[in-house]
């Protein structure tokens, strides 16, 4: 069982950043008419977490949930951790992650690429290579879960395991194909519903023989936010 953390990059959220391609045109709309204010709250629920990469990692935190977009009118076509609003280029927080690894040979990530917006092949393309030349030899290709051990990896200095939902993992040999990493979601603000659903998941997943995740997070419904708007995710949902 490892630990890993939820919109993992979500730390910082750029309140000066435009909306997200994948926000629906109500949420759009409200900031166009809101601005600031709008982006304020809004961070109050896109924000999953209060520590950067670094520091969940001295914590104990080896697998990150990361969602990659590129971002409207940016003039040099960079790469950003989006939720909602735009967080860090994607190559700072990754070489943030490397840092730690080289001070800390024996540490294994797993780096889990579920959702890209707004995204080229050669976007992809571009990923792909900052990750080769970020990591280098340091990932490890994608095989047979059940073989993944940690004698296994400490062998061969491997120590980041990629998991890249897209087609474009099935040509490169180190990105581990998405249905190696399923993440069912329970999508419920009720916390019996949520363990009913952890419990009979765990369940079905262990007959696949593929990592799995176990998503103990509560999700606000479009009612939550309204009736909790000004207080945030933490006091309305995490704290409880």
């Not at 435009?18 to 900031?31: D, I, L």
């Not at 950003?80 to 967080?87: C, I, P, T, V």
């Not at 990896?153 to 980041?160: A, D, F, K, V």
Request: charged share 20%; glycine share 4%.
């Amino acid at each position: 069982c490892i630990s890993g953390s939820h919109d993992s990059f979500s730390f910082y959220i750029d309140e000066a950043s435009p909306v997200g391609p994948e926000q629906p045109e109500t949420v759009q709309n409200f900031v166009s008419v809101f601005g600031t204010v709008a982006k304020k709250l809004m961070r109050k629920w896109l924000a999953t977490q209060t520590m950067n990469f670094t520091s969940q990692m001295e914590c104990g935190i080896r697998y990150f949930d990361l969602r990659i977009s590129t971002k409207p009118r940016d003039p040099d076509n960079e790469l950003y951790f989006a939720h909602g609003l735009f967080s860090a280029k994607v190559n700072e927080g990754l070489e943030e992650i490397n840092a730690f690894l080289n001070t800390h040979p024996k540490e294994v990530v797993f780096l889990d690429f579920n959702h890209f917006y707004g995204m080229q092949k050669y976007h992809h393309e571009n990923l792909v290579q900052m990750l080769k030349d970020i990591f280098g030899n340091k990932t490890c290709p994608a095989i047979f879960a059940q073989e993944v051990s940690l004698h296994y990896l400490w062998e061969r200095n491997y120590q980041i395991l990629v998991f890249y939902h897209s087609p474009v993992a099935l040509e490169v040999p180190f990105l581990w194909p998405g249905q190696m990493m399923p993440a069912p979601w329970a999508n419920t603000t009720d916390t019996e519903k949520l363990i009913q659903f952890l419990q009979s998941s765990i369940t079905e997943r262990r007959k696949k023989g593929s990592f799995f995740i176990s998503q103990v997070v509560l999700t606000p419904k479009a009612s939550t936010v309204v009736k909790g708007v000004a207080s945030g995710l933490r006091e309305t949902i995490t704290e409880r």
